[in-house]
Antibody
Framework: EVQLLESGGGLVQPGGSLRLSCVGSGFTFSSYAMSWVRQAPGKGLEWVSATGSGGVDTHYADSVQGRFTISKDNSRNTLYLQMNSLRAEDTAIYYC???????????????WGQGTLVTVSS | DIQMTQSPSSVSASLGDRVTITCRASQDISSKLAWYQQKPGKAPNLLIYAASSLQSGVPSRFSGSASGTEFTLTINSLQPEDFAIYYCQQANSFPLTFGGGTKVEIK
């Protein structure tokens, strides 16, 4: 069974840092690009960041550019999101997502992880 | 950035009804569009990809179509389990963007 399991969420003060992790299983992790998508409480979906299968090429939403860093450790089947200079508006459930297939430029997502909640508040 | 304008933001419907949700892209996205369903407290679930391809395991009452930059999700014969929020997503270029969502409610 294909699974994505996020961890690392929690309560952090404004200006603080947090690192999210996502472990993939049931598929060849190294063959897939991966992304993070977030959802603020009661709001819609927002794509945050993506990395290629090898973890070299990266992309970011303007709202997190320069503050968040995505990385991928294929030896550990793990995707990371390092979040620095956190703001109240970063409060959200963060989902780890995998493209449906490995083909390049396939950017629709299935499966999704269960999500991890990040709360930025003093 | 490509803007995705989704409408309506909510719709009330009865069991057995046909529901249509529309998403308009601000520029050509070459039919690189997906539809997701999200139920309360759950992660979104992929329904349709490439504008009209049905994801494995999704009931055939769901269908997608495209006309230029306008995309439509149709739910035929609405079932109790279909009451949820639906999102479109453009997959053509970064930054990837989602529509604002459509809540399908019971009339």
């Amino acid at each position: 069974e294909v699974q994505l399991l996020e961890s690392g969420g929690g309560l952090v003060q404004p200006g603080g840092s947090l690192r999210l992790s996502c472990v993939g299983s049931g598929f060849t992790f190294s063959s897939y690009a991966m992304s993070w998508v977030r959802q603020a409480p009661g709001k819609g979906l927002e794509w945050v960041s993506a990395t290629g299968s090898g973890g070299v090429d990266t992309h970011y939403a303007d709202s997190v550019q320069g503050r968040f860093t995505i990385s991928k450790d294929n030896s550990r089947n793990t995707l990371y999101l390092q979040m620095n200079s956190l703001r109240a508006e970063d409060t959200a459930i963060y989902y780890c997502v995998r493209p449906l297939v490995t083909a390049a430029h396939t950017r629709w997502f299935d499966p999704w992880g269960q999500g991890t909640l990040v709360t930025v508040s003093s | 950035d490509i803007q995705m304008t989704q409408s309506p933001s909510s719709v009330s419907a009865s069991l057995g009804d046909r529901v249509t949700i529309t998403c308009r892209a601000s520029q050509d996205i070459s039919s690189k569009l997906a539809w997701y369903q999200q139920k309360p407290g759950k992660a979104p679930n992929l329904l349709i990809y490439a504008a009209s391809s049905l994801q494995s395991g999704v009931p055939s009452r769901f269908s997608g179509s495209a006309s230029g930059t306008e995309f439509t999700l149709t739910i035929n014969s609405l079932q109790p389990e279909d009451f949820a929020i639906y999102y479109c997503q453009q997959a053509n270029s970064f930054p990837l963007t989602f529509g604002g969502g459509t809540k399908v409610e019971i009339k």
